[in-house]
Each structure stands twice: as structure tokens, then as C-alpha cells.
């Protein structure tokens, strides 16, 4: 048999796309196979085709019941009989579906991970030949991953209840070594043909955005570029997706929520509108994505920081499917680091999985204020080589905009927290940095400290964007206590010796509202040693 014919008679194409063919090949020839492709990448021609061509059923394991109802209904379209068996069918359905499967009326069987050690599916297959078990996002398997169903834990035993092992074909679109390695083991792979495609997706144009106002940058961003398209906008919390799904409609947008605590039902019906473009914007919280299969999302905004660079790699990646371009808008924000940080100071997890939490949600903030090509960045996280400095299609490559030095504002609120003996939070170090005549202020005596009212030409909000991109950053760490207070970690002494300069986007700084242009311009003569007291202190910590 030819695949090249079989390719063209059941999928109407002439060629492969990349990856595709080894697999295939793999497959047919009995091996066991892991490929590893991005969204898009089309993975499930993969274990489609070979189906066909083999004698036998493939069972095909999937976690989301959308997923296999949009595989089944494509499939039976073009011919080729498939279904599945999940929870959606009732006992009637599913004992009519079990007599069809042994009548061999079947070439695929999409079966939900839960339901593969039941005993009325194994023994339905009993009865039947099976060719070849497929694993869809494989990645599931993992709990390192973002996406780890505890069902597919049942996938290896399901596996081993064959007499005849089937060979095994897994796929997915994860990128991380850690995770790709932990899939190989838990499904005990046999030597498997391993295809790695490359992880660029060269129409998606990436841009960090540090907005002041994320909500009116939104609006007008919207406004200006995308009048009629379609897109996604991910929001860290389900309050967050309600609200700004408020907020929209209120400015007049056609669009609606979708995150893990709403009816079911509405939830589905949100997902649908989208799906068949009734709804143009779609405001999800991460529960919303694997396996969305909308080709024309012309733009993926992230209203908040996901928590590494994983999650954002394959959200964002759910632009621009039909190989059009699209937008991908990480809005970043200091206080969502925060955010993230407690996120993960409050879960219970080991040392070693917290530190690595941690270390991959610092590179997602590095990947927020490098000046270097994003998309180089991101392809560095999956261990790829950068052949090209420049991309010409991501924010940072177009505008190699002007960068502003903040150092001096880093090294006053660094002194401030010293000088107030590092015994308060946000509010209290900007009040007293901004000079506020506040009765605290006034009634703690810190309208007496050496650092009251040197920054007094800044706005609040300018103040605290400053405080939290040091502790972004790791200068300045935030006490998990019920008041949070500041505190100055060893690493400052860098910025205050001036060894580090703190730049930011000029964008952010005018957000800021200084009006200490003069005194930014003559900064260079001050900078250098700011508060030689601070600078011994930390000093003798060493
Ligand atoms: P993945 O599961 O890897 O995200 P899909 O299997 O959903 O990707 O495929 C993505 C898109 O690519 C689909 O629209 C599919 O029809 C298309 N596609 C798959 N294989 C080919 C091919 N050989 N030539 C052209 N288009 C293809
Ligand atoms: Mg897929
Ligand atoms: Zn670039």
C-alpha cells in the first residue's frame, strides 16, 4: 500500500507535513512511536492514517469528550467509520455501541482514559483485533505538566492487560524535556521512534505589553486592530474572567466568559458560540484550551501572567491554526508575579517541585522584560538552537524601543524600606516616598525619615509599578503575613552599587507620571552609591 495515495484518497492532501511521514512509517512498520509536535502540527493524521491501513481497530485514548465527538464527526465525514465510548452515553447507547464494535463496524474507537479498565470494555475487545493503541495528549500522564488527568494513570495498566502488547503510539505537544521524559516512562514506550518538529510558529507575532491600565490598553487595542476578528483574552481567575467579560459588554463587545465554575451547560454554550463565530471574544481562565480547535483566533491575550512558560507557549498557541497570522499579547503586570508567587507559597507541594515552580515562572518574567527576541526566548526554553538574532515578528525585533533607565527610583525605594526598618507593606512605603501627610504617616513619625518626599513627583500608582518590579525581580521580597511587609533581599546591594541597571520600556515609565525628567537626566552624577548606610549594611550581611 502507498501512503501517499491512501494520504490523498482519504485526506485530500499531497504531502506531509513535517514529522508526519516518519511517523506514519513508524507505525506501520510495528514500532512503537512518540511524536511530539506543536498545536497545529497535525498529530492526529498521525494515528488517523495508519489506522486505515492496518488490519484491525486503533483505539485512540483522549481525554476530553469535545475532542473525540469534533474526531469522530470529521472522520465519519470523510468516510472513515469511528466512535466512541465515554460517559455522555447512556446504557442503552452504550451496549448498542458495544455490539457494533464487535460486529467490527468500526476502524476507530475513541475511548475516555476512565473507562479503559472497565470490565465491559475489556471485555468488548476481546473480541476484536486491536492494530494499534493511539495516546492524544500524552502529556496528560504527567502530573509535572499543566494538563495531568489522574485517568491516565490507567493507561499502562490498560497496556499490560493485552496478551499480545499492541504497539503504542503516543503524541503530544509538549516541549519540556522533564515532561517528555516522565511520559516515556510512565507509558513504558518500547524503544520508540521519537519525531521532535520544531517549535516555531512563525505567523504568531509575540508582544509583552506593560500597560498601566490593562483594561483600557485592551480596549484600544482591540479597537485599533481588531474590529470584526476573533480571539481569546486568558485571565488568571475565574472573578477576573467575570469581570471583564462584564466590562466588555458593558463598552459594547460580543463576548463571553468561560472557566471551570460555571454551569456546565452555559459553559458549553459559550464554547460553541465561539467555536462557530456567533461570539467574536472569548474570556477563559486555562480551563479553557486543549484541544479548542478553532483555526481563525486571530489574537491570544493574556490579561494576566500564566505560571511558566509551558502554559504560555501552548495557550498562546491556540492563534493562528490555519497558519494566518495572529497576535499574541502576554499583558504583564508586577503585581501578577506577586500573585503567582503566593499562588505557589500556599500550595502544598514538595521543595524540589516548588523551586522548580519557581524557576520556571522567573524565566516567563525574564521573557517579560528581555530585550532580545521573544521568540528566540521561547524557543530557548524547548531547548531549541537560534540561528537568527532577529526575527522581524515579534514585538522586540520590530521596536527596539527605547529603554529608560530606573536605577535611581530603584535605589530610593530600596533605601525607603531600609529607612523604615523593613516593618511595612506597599502602602506604607509609597505614602512615605510620595511625602503624603496621612495621620499614620503622621502618627508613626514617618514624615521623619530621611527618605520622606523624595519621590514626590511620582504618581501612587507609578510608585508601587516600581515597588513590584523589584520584587518581580527579587529585590525586594513580600512576607506572607496577614499585613505583607517589604523586605530587602541580599541581591539589592547590585543595584545599589550600581553594578545592575534597572531599565524599563519608556511606555511604562511615562505611565509612571514622573516629572523628575530633569533629575533623571542629571541622575548619572547621584547614582552610583544612593544610601552608602543601606550599601554597608548589606555589606556585612555577606
Ligand atoms: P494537532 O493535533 O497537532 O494540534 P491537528 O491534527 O488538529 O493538529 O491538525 C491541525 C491542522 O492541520 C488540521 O486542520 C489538519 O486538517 C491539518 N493537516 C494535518 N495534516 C495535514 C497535511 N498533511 N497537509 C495539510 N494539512 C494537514
Ligand atoms: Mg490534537
Ligand atoms: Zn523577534
Given at each position: 500500500?502507498?501512503?501517499?495515495?491512501e494520504l490523498k484518497t482519504y485526506f485530500g492532501y499531497d504531502t506531509f507535513?513535517?514529522?508526519?511521514?516518519?511517523?506514519?512509517?513508524?507505525?506501520?512498520?510495528?514500532?512503537?512511536?512518540?511524536?511530539?509536535?506543536?498545536?497545529?502540527?497535525?498529530?492526529?493524521?498521525?494515528?488517523?492514517?495508519?489506522?486505515?491501513?492496518?488490519?484491525?481497530?486503533?483505539?485512540?485514548?483522549?481525554?476530553?469528550?469535545?475532542?473525540?465527538?469534533?474526531?469522530?464527526?470529521?472522520?465519519?465525514?470523510?468516510?472513515?467509520?469511528?466512535?466512541?465510548?465515554?460517559?455522555?452515553?447512556?446504557?442503552?447507547?452504550?451496549?448498542?455501541?458495544?455490539?457494533?464494535?464487535?460486529?467490527?463496524?468500526?476502524?476507530?474507537?475513541?475511548?475516555?482514559?476512565?473507562?479503559?479498565?472497565?470490565?465491559?470494555?475489556?471485555?468488548?475487545?476481546?473480541?476484536?483485533?486491536?492494530?494499534?493503541?493511539?495516546?492524544?495528549?500524552?502529556?496528560?500522564?504527567?502530573?509535572?505538566?499543566?494538563?495531568?488527568?489522574?485517568?491516565?494513570?490507567?493507561?499502562?495498566?490498560?497496556?499490560?492487560?493485552?496478551?499480545?502488547?499492541?504497539?503504542?503510539?503516543?503524541?503530544?505537544?509538549?516541549?519540556?524535556?522533564?515532561?517528555?521524559?516522565?511520559?516515556?516512562?510512565?507509558?513504558?514506550?518500547?524503544?520508540?521512534?521519537?519525531?521532535?518538529?520544531?517549535?516555531?510558529?512563525?505567523?504568531?507575532?509575540?508582544?509583552?505589553?506593560?500597560?498601566?491600565?490593562?483594561?483600557?490598553?485592551?480596549?484600544?487595542?482591540?479597537?485599533?486592530?481588531?474590529?470584526?476578528?476573533?480571539?481569546?483574552?486568558?485571565?488568571?481567575?475565574?472573578?477576573?474572567?467575570?469581570?471583564?467579560?462584564?466590562?466588555?459588554?458593558?463598552?459594547?463587545?460580543?463576548?463571553?466568559?468561560?472557566?471551570?465554575?460555571?454551569?456546565?451547560?452555559?459553559?458549553?454554550?459559550?464554547?460553541?458560540?465561539?467555536?462557530?463565530?456567533?461570539?467574536?471574544?472569548?474570556?477563559?481562565?486555562?480551563?479553557?484550551?486543549?484541544?479548542?480547535?478553532?483555526?481563525?483566533?486571530?489574537?491570544?491575550?493574556?490579561?494576566?501572567?500564566?505560571?511558566?512558560?509551558?502554559?504560555?507557549?501552548?495557550?498562546?498557541?491556540?492563534?493562528?491554526?490555519?497558519?494566518?497570522?495572529?497576535?499574541?499579547?502576554?499583558?504583564?503586570?508586577?503585581?501578577?508575579?506577586?500573585?503567582?508567587?503566593?499562588?505557589?507559597?500556599?500550595?502544598?507541594?514538595?521543595?524540589?517541585?516548588?523551586?522548580?515552580?519557581?524557576?520556571?515562572?522567573?524565566?516567563?518574567?525574564?521573557?517579560?522584560?528581555?530585550?532580545?527576541?521573544?521568540?528566540?526566548?521561547?524557543?530557548?526554553?524547548?531547548?531549541?538552537?537560534?540561528?537568527?538574532?532577529?526575527?522581524?515578528?515579534?514585538?522586540?525585533?520590530?521596536?527596539?524601543?527605547?529603554?529608560?533607565?530606573?536605577?535611581?527610583?530603584?535605589?530610593?525605594?530600596?533605601?525607603?524600606?531600609?529607612?523604615?526598618?523593613?516593618?511595612?507593606?506597599?502602602?506604607?512605603?509609597?505614602?512615605?516616598?510620595?511625602?503624603?501627610?496621612?495621620?499614620?504617616?503622621?502618627?508613626?513619625?514617618?514624615?521623619?525619615?530621611?527618605?520622606?518626599?523624595?519621590?514626590?513627583?511620582?504618581?501612587?500608582?507609578?510608585?508601587?509599578?516600581?515597588?513590584?518590579?523589584?520584587?518581580?525581580?527579587?529585590?525586594?521580597?513580600?512576607?506572607?503575613?496577614?499585613?505583607?511587609?517589604?523586605?530587602?533581599?541580599?541581591?539589592?546591594?547590585?543595584?545599589?552599587?550600581?553594578?545592575?541597571?534597572?531599565?524599563?520600556?519608556?511606555?511604562?515609565?511615562?505611565?509612571?507620571?514622573?516629572?523628575?525628567?530633569?533629575?533623571?537626566?542629571?541622575?548619572?552624577?547621584?547614582?552610583?552609591?544612593?544610601?552608602?548606610?543601606?550599601?554597608?549594611?548589606?555589606?556585612?550581611?555577606?
Open positions: 500500500m502507498n501512503i501517499y495515495k507535513k513535517e514529522g508526519q511521514e516518519k511517523l506514519v512509517t513508524g507505525i506501520l512498520a510495528g514500532k512503537d512511536v512518540l511524536g511530539i509536535m506543536p498545536t497545529g502540527g497535525g498529530k492526529s493524521l498521525c494515528y488517523q492514517l495508519p489506522a486505515v491501513m492496518l488490519e484491525g481497530v486503533t483505539i485512540v485514548i483522549s481525554p476530553l469528550i469535545s475532542l473525540m465527538k469534533d474526531q469522530v464527526d470529521s472522520l465519519n465525514e470523510i468516510g472513515i467509520n469511528a466512535t466512541c465510548i465515554n460517559s455522555t452515553l447512556d446504557q442503552e447507547e452504550l451496549m448498542e455501541r458495544i455490539k457494533e464494535i464487535k460486529e467490527n463496524q468500526y476502524k476507530i474507537l475513541f475511548v475516555a482514559p476512565e473507562r479503559l479498565n472497565t470490565n465491559i470494555f475489556r471485555n468488548t475487545i476481546r473480541h476484536i483485533t486491536v492494530s494499534f493503541v493511539a495516546i492524544d495528549e500524552a502529556h496528560c500522564i504527567s502530573q509535572w505538566g499543566h494538563d495531568f488527568r489522574p485517568s491516565y494513570i490507567e493507561i499502562p495498566k490498560f497496556i499490560k492487560g493485552f496478551a499480545n502488547r499492541p504497539m503504542v503510539a503516543a503524541f503530544t505537544a509538549t516541549a519540556t524535556k522533564e515532561i517528555i521524559i516522565e511520559i516515556k516512562k510512565l507509558i513504558e514506550l518500547q524503544k520508540p521512534i521519537e519525531i521532535t518538529t520544531g517549535f516555531d510558529r512563525p505567523n504568531l507575532f509575540y508582544q509583552v505589553s506593560k500597560a498601566g491600565n490593562k483594561f483600557t490598553y485592551l480596549m484600544s487595542y482591540l479597537k485599533e486592530n481588531f474590529q470584526s476578528e476573533t480571539g481569546i483574552i486568558y485571565c488568571s481567575t475565574r472573578k477576573t474572567v467575570e469581570s471583564l467579560v462584564k466590562k466588555l459588554k458593558e463598552k459594547g463587545f460580543s463576548v463571553e466568559g468561560y472557566h471551570g465554575g460555571m454551569n456546565a451547560d452555559i459553559r458549553m454554550k459559550n464554547q460553541e458560540d465561539f467555536m462557530y463565530n456567533r461570539t467574536r471574544i472569548i474570556v477563559a481562565t486555562n480551563a479553557f484550551g486543549m484541544g479548542i480547535d478553532k483555526p481563525d483566533v486571530r489574537f491570544v491575550i493574556h490579561y494576566n501572567m500564566p505560571k511558566n512558560m509551558e502554559a504560555y507557549y501552548q495557550e498562546a498557541g491556540r492563534g493562528g491554526r490555519d497558519g494566518e497570522k495572529s497576535q499574541c499579547i502576554l499583558m504583564y503586570s508586577p503585581s501578577d508575579v506577586v500573585k503567582q508567587k503566593l499562588i505557589m507559597e500556599n500550595e502544598y507541594s514538595s521543595p524540589e517541585r516548588q523551586a522548580l515552580q519557581y524557576k520556571n515562572l522567573q524565566y516567563l518574567i525574564d521573557f517579560c522584560h528581555t530585550n532580545d527576541c521573544l521568540r528566540n526566548k521561547i524557543l530557548t526554553y524547548f531547548g531549541e538552537v537560534i540561528i537568527e538574532e532577529d526575527c522581524g515578528n515579534c514585538s522586540n525585533c520590530l521596536d527596539r524601543s527605547e529603554m529608560i533607565d530606573i536605577t535611581l527610583e530603584a535605589q530610593k525605594v530600596l533605601s525607603c524600606i531600609y529607612r523604615i526598618d523593613q516593618r511595612y507593606g506597599v502602602n506604607i512605603v509609597t505614602q512615605v516616598l510620595r511625602g503624603s501627610k496621612n495621620k499614620k504617616i503622621l502618627q508613626l513619625g514617618l514624615d521623619k525619615v530621611s527618605t520622606y518626599n523624595i519621590m514626590k513627583n511620582y504618581s501612587e500608582q507609578g510608585v508601587r509599578e516600581i515597588i513590584m518590579t523589584l520584587v518581580a525581580r527579587g529585590y525586594i521580597h513580600v512576607t506572607t503575613d496577614k499585613f505583607p511587609v517589604l523586605k530587602l533581599t541580599a541581591q539589592c546591594r547590585e543595584i545599589l552599587q550600581g553594578d545592575v541597571k534597572i531599565h524599563h520600556k519608556k511606555e511604562l515609565v511615562e505611565a509612571i507620571g514622573s516629572k523628575d525628567e530633569k533629575e533623571r537626566k542629571s541622575k548619572k552624577a547621584v547614582s552610583d552609591h544612593f544610601d552608602e548606610e543601606l550599601l554597608s549594611q548589606l555589606k556585612e550581611l555577606r
